[in-house]
Structures are given as structure tokens and as C-alpha cells.
């Protein structure tokens, strides 16, 4: 089933192949629907399908005109709706009425048009000569055979009886006419049952819950989902049909229209008048008040419901678990309310291993470690044991006075000296002998000291190192006799541009892989690509965005000074416009200059695509249009780089999108903007930012 307007819009040829198409379906199929084509034109074909009625368009295009009624199930033709036939060239004057009486009966048009010449009484039979037509006969006359036709003769002799039996030469009796039918013999009428049922000689009556779908007597076969019509002309004046939306639907609007919603006004409310509905103001008070909520949850009229603070406690909680005395609350999704109660951090003093899972907070408050001057204990950042016995507490370079040394360590601080300054934070301790400051006297130094072994006889191999951040200068100093003077003490004072570093990491050395030059602003020192050296390169977590540059003029538009490390490269076109219908291509570049090979790149279009070897096509430009968008280009690994786009063509209601793979022989320093083929930049602009 398929219906057309037969207009083949301008439109695109995938569209319009598409709208050709059903044009010929819609005219192969005669315009078959179960409603009319909304467009028609004159002597229009139109096959009806609910009712298998064909049908065509009269010359005027203002009316269907009937042609015949076929059986889809029989695969005949029904009825064929007709004023006038002609048969062999003869034209058929006989009427529909007077046809139908010839039902089987094979006669040409003469032969039918003789049923035109049928008065009362008359009859029309097969004769030596074709199809006769015999006028009615006279008063008395009986219908008689002769040997070669029939025709009206006069009354046969009277029915007549020998006294016995009848017989057509004498009068018949009523003795013989019992004699016929048996004598004494009395016809009774039998008692119908099923679908129709009687008594005796009683009206027939139609049982109850019979009738079904076959017993009825109607123009059309059924689909399931129709419904039984009333439709004067048709066969038993019943139709099966779609259900319309005009027939017996009640729509909203129905609705709205019964309830006379049009004449309602704010806050009147639906009354029967006895009659209709209508709308009224609403009497016997001012309607329902909502009242305010007092307790664990409160509320004013009709607005929201809210919990009161400091109510909620652990019954109301909906938790997955009954708790225990010192858990703790915890999200755990799945469990019921989506909360459990959990065993907390721990007890640090009933834990005899407690560890950090992170940095310790002081939260300005002290650490009380809680011990005896003279125990062994643990103060190790490498992780393993070491014992610090026999404190020296008289000359302790612990930068801090009594009470702060108190407060850090916990340690019963015997010392009178109350002149050091800074905290320094020990890193290791020795057990042979005292700890002790850089000069032997109190001082004001950094607040970092690291102190390797002290040992009291001043020996080449126990001699303490000590390093301290001073003034933004690097000091380091020897230390090794057990007394307070100076004798043994020495200390380097370095500055920045001093430092030389030296050793190996890792079997590397260190001053040959560490650059020998300052970085730009905002690099940050860090491993190549190929993890061979150390290099300076930009901050991962910083974008720099380079100045837009205006694409009014030239045939490309070049980003030099790409610094190396860079992972992400984002070029964004603002109204870039050309002279001439050419895609616009972006090329990448090393310290070799630009690549213009060995791109992997499509671009896709609203009714194409485009493929390229020599650079990453954006899209196909169009003179009186100019393109905006993104293109992405992303480090894959090494020097491989990955690139997507999307961009439009302004009010042209297109646009593209698409992406590609290059591999590059050296490290990213440039990108340009390019044209595939032909023509001039003419406005908008375009920027670049990496990170």
C-alpha cells in the first residue's frame, strides 16, 4: 500500500532517488489506502483497500467514480458498477434488475435485450431459433409442448376419478385424496432445537449467544481490530471498517467541551445544574487549611516539611548492621540504607603497630612520645632501628628551648640553655656518643640539620656530617671532637651557582644527565621520551595559549617555538574563510621542518568524505562560507601524535568531523594551517594553545 503527491521536490539525489521511487510504487499500486490520496489529480487510479473497491478520479478532479467491487479471496471480481454494456457490439438494454434473473445463463446481447420486451405472463425460453420470448396466454389456456416448441392451448379435460383412485379423467374425491396421503393420518409439526428452535407449529426463535461472526451477512471480509458498520447499498447493509478517530473516539477535547472548561475562572469549582455542568464559586467556607507540624519534623501550611536540628539520632538511622561501642559510620553501597557501622582508626595504645597512612597532621598541638632520658627508641627516617643513649642534654643543637623540646620529644630536658633558636629535625642518632651543634655553642642555623655518627675520640671514620638550610645557602659541616671548642669543626658555605652534583643514579651519572642550562619560565625539570636523560620541559598541569593570529591573507599560517614536551597541541579556527572551494589542511613540524607525508586523515561530511596522505584534512571550504571549530592533537607515544576535529561552515548548516595518525621523526616544534590544493586566506583568524 503506497500513496504519492507525484511532486519530486529539489532536494539532494540520494533524497530524490528515494521520492522516485515511491512515486512509481504509489502508481504501480493504483494509490492503494484505506483512505483517499490527499493529493489527487483528473482520471487518477485509487484501489480502495478496506472495501476492494476500485476506483478513478473524474475529469473535473472532483469526485471518485466506482469502477468494481473485487473478491481478494476469491480472486474474482464481485459486482462491476455500470450504466450501460454493450456485448459484441451490441449495446445491453436490459436493466441490472432484469439481468440478475439470468443468473448462469450464457446469452449474447440480443438475446438479453429481449428481457427489455418481458410484459406480465410472458416467458422467454430456448427455441429451434435461439432465445424466444412467448407472450402471456389467454383465460383458460394451459402451457403445452409440441413436438418442436411450447405454446398456449386450451384446458385440459378436468381431473376426473373412477370411485377408486384419481385419475385425470374424472372428478377426484375426498376419500381418494385420504387415499393419497393415508387415511386417518394426522400431520403433526416436530418440536426445532440448536441455534434456532420452535414448538410445534410456534414461531421459529434464535437461541441466545449463537450468532457469531459467520452468520453474518456482510459486504466485506473482517481485519481484525474493525469494527461492524452500517453502509446502505452494501450487502446485508453491513460493513466491517477501521475505526476512525470520529467514530466513537472521546478525545480530551470532548472532555473539555462536556465539562465547559472554557467558561471556568481561578479557584471555582464544577457544580451540576440539573441539567449541565457548570462552573461556580466555591461556597460553605474557605476550603481546607493545612496545619502546622510541631516535633521532630515541622511544616507551615502547605509548604515543605523540615527535619529540626539535633534530632536525629542513631534509632532513626536505616543501617545495615546493629553497632557496637566505638564504631564508626560508613558509606558501603549495596547494604541496606547504603550505611554500615565499622571498626574505627584503632586505639594507638592498644595497637602495638600502629602505621600512617599519609602525612600526620599536628594540628598546632605536640607529640608526647613519653619516654625515660635514657631509653633506646626508634627516631629513624630510613625505616630501620637505631639506639641513641647517654643525651649530652647540656649542648643539644636541637634548635628549640626547654619547653619546646619538651613539647616535640617528651623528653625531661635537663639543659639550662635557652638561647637556640630553630627546630631542627633529627634524622639519625648514634649510641656512642652526644649529640651537639655545628660550633659547638649555641648558634642560629637553618631549620634543617642532618647529623650522621658522633664520636668522641675525633677519628677520621666516625666523623658527624651535618647539613643545614641557611639563608637560601647549602652549609655543610664536619664535626668530630667530643668537647665544645671549635678544634675539629668545619663548615662550607655553597651558593646556587656553585653547586656542582656528582655520583650515579641508577648506573647513570648524574652531571652528564642533568641539563647544563636553565629551562624557560614555567618548565619543569623532568625524564625524555626515552627515559635516557633528564630534560626541562612545560608544567603538565599548565596551558599556554599563543597569540591568534589573523587568517585574512597568504596560503598558510605557521606556529613555530612549539617547546619540546609538549603532550597536547589545540588549533581553533574563528571564521576562517578562503578564495577558493579547497579543503583546508594542517600539517605538524620537528626541528626538520614540516612533514607533508605519511598522514593517516579522513574527514567526514554531511554527504561525503575526505582521505589524505599529506595532512590532516579539516573540511572541503566554500567561498561564500567560512569555517569555525577544533582540531586536538594528542602524543600517542614518542613522536606518533593522534588528532580529532569538529568544525561547521556557518549558516551553510554542514559541518565535519574526523581524525588521523602521524608519526613524526623528531620531537613537535611547529604546526601550520594549510590549503589542500588552491587559494587565499581571506578572513577570520586562528589560535593555538598546548600544554
Excluded: C
Aim: hydrophobic share 35%; proline share 2%.
Amino acid at each position: 500500500m503506497s500513496q504519492h503527491d507525484f511532486t519530486i521536490g529539489n532536494q539532494l539525489f540520494p533524497a530524490t532517488r528515494t521520492d522516485l521511487n515511491n512515486a512509481l510504487v504509489a502508481l504501480a499500486s493504483n494509490s492503494s489506502g484505506t483512505t483517499a490520496p490527499s493529493t489527487t489529480y483528473a482520471n487518477q487510479w485509487w484501489y480502495e483497500t478496506d472495501t476492494n473497491t476500485l476506483k478513478i478520479r473524474n475529469e473535473a478532479d472532483s469526485a471518485w467514480i466506482e469502477i468494481a467491487v473485487l473478491d481478494q479471496s476469491a480472486n474474482n471480481v464481485l459486482s462491476i458498477t455500470t450504466q450501460g454494456l454493450t456485448l459484441a457490439g451490441t449495446p445491453v438494454t436490459a436493466t441490472g434488475a432484469e439481468l440478475n434473473k439470468l443468473s448462469g445463463v450464457t446469452a449474447s446481447a440480443a438475446e438479453l435485450n429481449k428481457l427489455d420486451g418481458i410484459t406480465r405472463g410472458s416467458i422467454m425460453y430456448g427455441s429451434a431459433a435461439g432465445t424466444a420470448l412467448l407472450p402471456k396466454g389467454t383465460s383458460g389456456q394451459v402451457l403445452s409442448a409440441t413436438a418442436t416448441d411450447i405454446a398456449w392451448v386450451s384446458s385440459s379435460p378436468a381431473i376426473t376419478s373412477d370411485g377408486a383412485s384419481p385419475s385425470l379423467s374424472a372428478n377426484i374425491t375426498g376419500a381418494e385424496i385420504r387415499t393419497l396421503i393415508g387415511a386417518g393420518e394426522t400431520y403433526t409439526h416436530p418440536n426445532h432445537s440448536g441455534e434456532v428452535t420452535s414448538t410445534a407449529d410456534g414461531a421459529t426463535v434464535v437461541a441466545n449467544n449463537v450468532i457469531d461472526e459467520a452468520n453474518l451477512k456482510v459486504s466485506n471480509t473482517p481485519t481484525n481490530g474493525y469494527v461492524l458498520t452500517a453502509q446502505s447499498g452494501n450487502t446485508g447493509g453491513l460493513t466491517w471498517a477501521a475505526v476512525t478517530s470520529g467514530g466513537g473516539g472521546y478525545a480530551d477535547s470532548d472532555v473539555d467541551t462536556h465539562l465547559n472548561t472554557s467558561t471556568a475562572t481561578s479557584s471555582q469549582v464544577l457544580s451540576w445544574t440539573g441539567s449541565d455542568y457548570d462552573w461556580v464559586t466555591q461556597s460553605g467556607g474557605s476550603g481546607y487549611t493545612h496545619p502546622n507540624h510541631t516535633g521532630e519534623v515541622v511544616s507551615s501550611g502547605d509548604g515543605a516539611t523540615i527535619i529540626v536540628n539535633n534530632m536525629v539520632d542513631e534509632a532513626n538511622l536505616k543501617v545495615s548492621n546493629n553497632p557496637t561501642d566505638g564504631y564508626v559510620l560508613t558509606a558501603q553501597s549495596g547494604n541496606t540504607g547504603g550505611l554500615t557501622w565499622a571498626a574505627g582508626g584503632g586505639d594507638l595504645v592498644a595497637d602495638t603497630t600502629p602505621q600512617l597512612g599519609g602525612n600526620l597532621d599536628g594540628n598546632g598541638k605536640n607529640i608526647l612520645l613519653g619516654f625515660d632520658p635514657n631509653p633506646d627508641f626508634d627516631i629513624d627516617a630510613s625505616g630501620s632501628a637505631q639506639t641513641l643513649d647517654a643525651l649530652d642534654y647540656t649542648k643539644i643543637a636541637s634548635g628549640v628551648d626547654n619547653d619546646e623540646f619538651d613539647g616535640l620529644l617528651g623528653v625531661e630536658a635537663p639543659w639550662t640553655d635557652t638561647t637556640i633558636k630553630h627546630h631542627y629535625k633529627i634524622i639519625k642518632g648514634s649510641s656512642t656518643g652526644a649529640l651537639r651543634d655545628s660550633t659547638g655553642s649555641s648558634s642560629d642555623f637553618g631549620d634543617l640539620v642532618v647529623f650522621g655518627n658522633v664520636h668522641s675520640d675525633g677519628t677520621n671514620s666516625n666523623i658527624t656530617t651535618g647539613m643545614t638550610i641557611d639563608g637560601g645557602h647549602l652549609r655543610l659541616i664536619a664535626q668530630g671532637e667530643a668537647d665544645h671548642s671549635t678544634t675539629g669543626y668545619a663548615s662550607l658555605t655553597i651558593d646556587a651557582a656553585d653547586v656542582a652534583v656528582t655520583g650515579t643514579v641508577d648506573g647513570r651519572d648524574i652531571a652528564t644527565n642533568i641539563p647544563a642550562s636553565l629551562g624557560s619560565a614555567g618548565q619543569v625539570l623532568t625524564v625524555n621520551s626515552g627515559a635516557t636523560a633528564a630534560e626541562w620541559a612545560a608544567s603538565g598541569g599548565s596551558l599556554t595559549l599563543v597569540s591568534a593570529v589573523a587568517t585574512t591573507s597568504g596560503t598558510a599560517i605557521d606556529f613555530t617555538g612549539i617547546p619540546s614536551g609538549v603532550n597536547r597541541v589545540t588549533l581553533n579556527l574563528v571564521n576562517v574563510g578562503m578564495t577558493a572551494n579547497y579543503s583546508l589542511l594542517v600539517q605538524l613540524g620537528d626541528s626538520g621542518g614540516f612533514e607533508t607525508s605519511g598522514y593517516i586523515a579522513s574527514s567526514a561530511h554531511h554527504s561525503g568524505g575526505l582521505y589524505n596522505t599529506t595532512g590532516f584534512n579539516v573540511i572541503r571550504t566554500v567561498t561564500s562560507n567560512f569555517t569555525s571549530g577544533i582540531m586536538i592533537l594528542t602524543r600517542a607515544t614518542g613522536n606518533e601524535w593522534v588528532s580529532t576535529h569538529s568544525v561547521t561552515r556557518d549558516s551553510a548548516g554542514s559541518g565535519a568531523f574526523g581524525g588521523g595518525s602521524k608519526t613524526l621523526s623528531g620531537e613537535l616544534t611547529q604546526l601550520r594551517l594549510t590549503r589542500l590544493t588552491s587559494g587565499n586566506f581571506n578572513q577570520g583568524k586562528v589560535s593555538l594553545s598546548y600544554e
